[in-house]
């Protein structure tokens, strides 16, 4: 069983960063795929970064490649999302995921969301 926690979000203005992280409890954090998810209003949940349990490998969704980076740290049960070069069109509440399967799913825990706000 794996919890997840997702403090920050918040608000920034077109072109700034931000940076996401997930606090994770529970034994098992190193064995998970860990993964970002967001969803958009009026929109479906999408898959926007993931990385292996080692944090060997990290896949990026295309909109996001290059602007965005993943990041874990199994010592401290965590998982970051730094983004960079915001866009409006990445406004949306995003999710931290936990999954056993692969980088892209099935996502087996879930995170309450956080709301990120990127202004033109």
């Known amino acids: 069983q794996v919890q997840l926690v997702e403090p920050g979000g918040g608000f920034v203005q077109a072109g700034g960063s931000l940076r996401l992280s997930c606090a994770a409890s529970?034994?098992?954090?190193?064995?998970?795929?860990m993964g970002w998810l967001r969803q958009a209003p009026g929109e479906e949940r999408e898959f926007v970064a993931s990385?292996?349990?080692?944090?060997?490998?990290?896949r990026y969704a295309d909109s996001v490649k290059g602007r965005f980076t993943i990041s874990r740290d199994n010592a401290k049960n965590t998982v970051d999302l730094q983004m960079h070069s915001l866009k409006p069109e990445d406004t949306a509440v995003y999710y931290c995921a936990a999954g056993s399967r692969g980088p892209f799913g099935p996502w087996n825990y879930w995170g309450q969301g956080t709301q990120v706000t990127v202004s033109s």
């Open positions: 529970g034994r098992t954090f190193s064995t998970y795929y």
């Open positions: 990385i292996s349990s080692s944090g060997g490998d990290a």
